[in-house]
Every structure is written in C-alpha cells, then in structure tokens.
C-alpha cells in the first residue's frame, strides 16, 4: 500500500490535493493499492468525496481509523432528530435555528451549507449568555465532538470525540498560552485495542496513527509526505519500518533567492536538514531544473526522482466553442499568483482591445481587494473574479488564451491541463515549471520574470493576431508535458 499523507480534502482544493486525486487514478489504473492518508478532522469529507471523484476506500483518515466511524450507518440528521424538550421555542433563518426558553438562549442549531437543514453544529449557552459547549456532527448523522469552554467566551478547555455508538474515542485537554489563547496540552486515545494511550501532542497522535497503518499491513509500507510543512515531523516520530518519501510541494527556498545556498523554506528545514537526508527513501521533484538544483545542494547519496504530476487530462470529448477575446487563468488567487499584476496589465490590455475579456477562476487572497482594483481601474465587466470550479473542461474550451503571472511555482498543473486543451499559456518565466512546458513560439509564450510590460504588449500581440494564436493552438495539444506512463515509469523506479 502506498499512503499519500496530508491534512484535508475540501471542496476547494489547491494543486497538491488535485495531484493526489490525479495519482490515485494513475495508481489505480496500474493496479497498485493507493490511499490518501488525512490526519486531521473533515465531518463533512462524505459530502465532498464524490464532487471530488474520489470513492470512500481511497481514504483513510485518522479520526475514522480511531473512532470506528467508517463502518457509520449514513442518515441526514435534522433538527427534530435533537429531541430537544418540547418547552423549547425554536425559531430563525435558513441556515440556523435559534432555540429559547422564555427569554433565555439555550442553543442555537447551524446547518450544513448547501443542505437542507442537515444539522452541522449545535452552541449551547448558560444563563448569563456565555458560549459554555458545542457539539459538532458528522454529514454521515451522529455526534462525533464535544467542546466545553471556561469562564472567558470561547476559551477551549476540553474536548471529546466520540464514536458512532456514543463512546468516547479520543479527549484533548487544553491550557492557556501567555498570550491568553488554548494551546493542546494532552490527547489521551480512549480503548483503542483495549488499551489508553496517552500523547503530549498531535503530531504525536499522528504518528501512531501512521504507524498503525503501516503495522496492519506488517510494515514496509510507503508513505509520502504531501504536505511538508505538517507531515514530514510525524512521519520522523514513527517507530514502525517504513519507506518514507518527501514531495517537493513547492520550490525549496524564498522566491529569488539562490537555489543552491538560501536557507530552505520552513517547510522544508525539517525535513532537508542534513541529519535528516538519509531518512528519506527518495525525495520525489516535480522538474529536472530543481531536481539539478537539489542534486548539486543535497550530494550524489540522496535518493531524487524527477515524476511529473501531470498524469491525466481530462479533454472534453465535447465540440469546443471558443468565445472570442476570452482570456483565462486558472489557480489559486493572490499576490504571489500575479493576480494583481493580471488586473494591471489589463488596463492597457483594454485600452488596445476593447472587446478582449479576462475570467480569473479560483480561491484565496483578498477578492474585496482585488475587485476594488478592477473597479478603481475601470475595468467592471472586463475583468471578473471568477469562483474556484471542478469544472475546469468548460473553461479551457471556451478560452483563447491562458494566463499565468505567479512569481514562482515548481510544477503549474493548470498550465498543463490548458495545453492539453488547446489553449496556449503566455506566462513569466519564472524558476522550474514554465520553461519545461511551453516552448516559446511553439506552444505559447515565455516572457522575463515579472517584466509586466513585456507581459502585457505579449497578450495584445496575441490577441490581435488570429493566424499566431491557431499556431500556438495546434502546439499546444501536441506538446501538453503530460504522459502519465512515463511518470508511471518513474513511480516505479522510485517505490521499487
């Protein structure tokens, strides 16, 4: 079994999680057992797995492990399921009800977004008004946690989570800080195999929990750390035999600092410091670039495969219709993604071609910021902020052009997902992804790393050209960089 070891799965997911997804397909196909690994709480992961695709089996989350909850009977809880006293007054809007005892508040009932009442958590208060617990529901139908909180309005200092059947599986007990917010103190797993163990923190409790994992299957499994910044420390404290594999999520240091002497990125201190190397059954890069920059930092002795995360693409099968003047981009909004260079640009963009229109699809950074840009700049209803979609075939069919103005990446899976499609991508040539997938000219454009002029007389060259743009079309879908057998090649070099 391979384990790809991460925190969440959401309905808005960033590129590591759709690089899970994707290679789980890609394990699947070739016939070897993979799961996602989660370590922390997702009550409503039952309602986002099959938006996702992703089938219940395919993951294995820390809380289900522990609690028994995969083996939960699925019921809709609502809120006459509460049974609360018929004396109670229950009133409110959609997505809550307030509960009431004369003039005193006694609970308030919050639902599932996006459902019919589904109920989500239930705040319950003391006389004085005072939050004093929450209980928190699975999607699937039953109570899995309790939170109880002190004198100060929401001061945490104890929690329990519960099984299915009403029995306590875990508690987690809290401490204030010094700077006056609860800090987890202790985690005691409650009759797991017949036995209490105590843990002093999370990444404590994790670790057990991958080790667990590895033990049922009697070790020598292979677990990859998704998520550097939060898995690689659990997976150091197992004590089981274990192969350990490190993605390389992102670039290694700062953007424009050196590759090869800039201190790592935090999330990357633990698990590259020197004494850590040989933990490591191979570190797993997205790029040949930064697999060359790492290879001359880290010495010959470290284990690295270069595997492209593009293994698929979903190609509508649909006849497409391209919207003239349509620009897109495609990821996570924010500054380091360019978002804000993307609205400048189209100033001038705009001026030159009035009927070209940008769509930024995606989540994150500051949207009243951005928007407020747009407005200041005159460009309502020329540029718009588009929400984050799975949908993405409908959005490259309908593009002429995609844009990317991030300061840094190491591997961009949209510009990837673009080519295959047909649309060519005109980004920065910042360090790693782009000059490995678009070849100037060919498939689209490579300007220099934040030169914003450069970007902007290159999207008006483009857009007035028709002749250039079917050019870069048609090379686009010949030279996608995704071949999901080649990198299945490199998987098995790297867990063989």
Wanted: with cysteine; aromatic share 10%.
């Amino acid at each position: 079994m391979v384990y790809f070891v991460n925190e969440y799965l959401f309905d808005r997911n960033s590129s590591v999680e759709h690089t899970e997804i994707k290679r789980l397909r890609l394990f699947k196909n070739h016939g070897i057992n993979a799961k996602l690994a989660l370590t922390k709480e997702m009550p409503n992961l039952s309602l986002t797995l099959p938006r996702l695709g992703v089938k219940r089996e395919q993951v294995v989350t820390l809380h289900d492990f522990f609690g028994n909850l995969e083996s939960a009977t699925e019921r809709q809880l609502h809120v006459e399921d509460l049974h609360l006293p018929a004396k109670y007054m229950v009133s409110g809007g959609n997505n809550y009800r307030k509960v009431t005892f004369g003039d005193q508040l006694i609970c308030e009932v919050h639902f599932i977004g996006g459902t019919f009442g589904q109920v989500e958590h239930v705040d319950w208060y003391d006389v004085s008004g005072q939050l004093t617990m929450v209980q928190r529901y699975d999607s699937r139908g039953f109570k899995w946690r309790e939170e109880f909180y002190g004198t100060k309005q929401k001061e945490k200092y104890y929690e329990r989570y519960y099984r299915p059947d009403g029995t306590v599986y875990l508690e987690s007990y809290y401490v204030e800080s010094t700077t006056g917010t609860p800090i987890n103190s202790l985690l005691v797993l409650r009759n797991y195999q017949g036995q209490d163990y105590y843990f002093d923190d999370y990444d404590q409790l994790t670790a057990f929990f991958l080790d667990e994992l590895n033990r049922q299957a009697d070790g020598q499994e292979a677990f990859i750390a998704d998520r550097p910044g939060s898995t690689v420390h659990p997976l150091f404290l197992m004590k089981s035999k274990a192969k350990l594999f490190l993605w390389m999520a992102t670039d290694h240091v700062a953007h424009g600092q050196n590759p090869i002497s800039a201190p790592f990125l935090g999330i990357y201190s633990e698990a590259l410091a020197k004494q850590n190397l040989s933990r490591w059954t191979g570190i797993i890069v997205p790029t040949a670039t930064q697999t060359a920059m790492l290879r001359e930092r880290l010495g010959k002795k470290v284990h690295l495969y270069t595997i492209n995360p593009a293994v698929e693409a979903q190609v509508s099968e649909n006849e497409i219709h391209r919207e003239p003047g349509l620009i897109v981009s495609v990821g996570r909004t924010d500054d380091d993604k360019g978002t804000p260079t993307l609205i400048q640009a189209f100033q001038k963009v705009h001026q030159a071609l009035p009927l070209v229109r940008l769509r930024i699809y995606g989540y994150g950074g500051d949207h009243d910021a951005y928007q407020k840009q747009i407005n200041d700049l005159g460009l309502t209803g020329i540029v718009s902020l588009e929400d984050y979609t799975l949908d993405v075939n409908q959005v490259y069919d309908r593009a002429e052009l995609m844009l990317d103005a991030s300061d840094n990446d190491n591997y961009p899976l949209a510009m990837a997902e673009a080519l295959a499609h047909g649309v060519p991508v005109l980004t920065y040539d910042y360090p790693y992804g782009p000059h490995e997938l678009i070849q100037d000219g060919v498939n689209g454009r490579l300007v220099a790393n934040g030169d914003q002029n450069a970007l902007t007389d290159a999207i008006i060259a483009l857009m007035k050209d028709d002749d250039q743009r079917a050019k870069l079309s048609a090379g686009a879908r010949a030279t996608t960089g995704i071949d999901g057998e080649a990198a299945w090649k490199e998987w098995q070099t790297a867990l063989d």
